[in-house]
């Protein structure tokens, strides 16, 4: 498993204030950069910005839909996003070989929420360790299924089970935004930070289904 050095803090750059790992649900605070531009005034928010995938990945949501999935929520919980970001994974964004569902991320003037790209098999891999019940009750909420296949213990999604994911997981980044708010004079630990953005997903749910179904409405009529 290669090893990456860990991000630097600068002043330039911003920090990385959730994101949600593969493989491993639990989610640490990972400082990583940005090299945006801080809006100009008078643009509208947020900013798209929808990388072209390699070939080995996709996105499930496309940019519009993105946008509409952080807008479906109410505003003042989104105001101040200045991007959404579908980006395309880069050797840097590992982290110990992993690649993060997504992250939140603030400083010079953005507040970014990325989407990473995934990958086209729809597989985890977990190896020969079957994976912990609660990791496997959450994805299998959005349609997941585990399988072993050749003493290998697998999840195994197909597209409706990622959309509905990928939706629960910017509804978990645009809760970091909210939190970045109620804590940038009470600092919590990464645990609690990670529970908030969680819970404020969770608390969403509803919300997930209903912008899940009208985004399937849509894809019928194109």
């Given amino acids: 498993m290669p090893h990456h050095t860990p991000w630097k803090k600068s002043r330039k750059y911003g ?8 493989l491993k649900v639990a989610d640490n605070i990972r400082r990583r950069v940005h090299s945006l531009d801080r809006p100009q005034p008078g643009q509208s928010l947020p900013i798209l910005i929808e990388d072209n995938p390699s070939r080995d990945f996709f996105h499930p949501l496309s940019g519009k839909e993105a946008l509409d999935v952080v807008r479906s929520l109410p505003k003042r919980e989104w ?3 200045t991007h959404v970001w579908l980006r395309r994974p880069r050797k840097s964004d ?4 992993r690649l993060p569902f997504a992250c939140f991320m603030t400083g010079s003037g953005v507040r970014v929420v990325v989407l990473y790209a995934w990958s086209k098999d729809m597989v985890f891999d977990y190896g020969y360790r079957k994976p912990e019940q609660k990791y496997v009750k959450e994805y299998s909420s959005f349609g997941a299924v585990l399988i ?3 003493g290998r213990w697998k999840i ?3 597209e409706n089970a990622m959309r509905k994911f990928c939706i629960h997981v910017l509804f978990h980044e645009v809760g970091h935004h909210v939190d970045y708010y ?3 004079f009470s ?5 609690s930070i990670e529970e908030f953005a969680e819970q404020y997903a969770f608390l969403k749910s509803a919300n997930g289904t209903y912008i899940f179904n009208q985004l399937e409405n849509e894809k019928l009529y194109q």
């Fill in 156 to 158: 195994s999604w197909n």
């Fill in 182 to 184: 109620r804590r940038r």
């Fill in 15 to 22: 920090d990385i204030y959730g994101g949600r790992k593969r």
């Fill in 187 to 191: 600092p919590g630990n990464d645990k």
């Fill in 94 to 97: 590992y982290d110990q070989g």
């Fill in 79 to 81: 105001d101040g996003i």
């Fill in 148 to 150: 072993k296949q050749n």
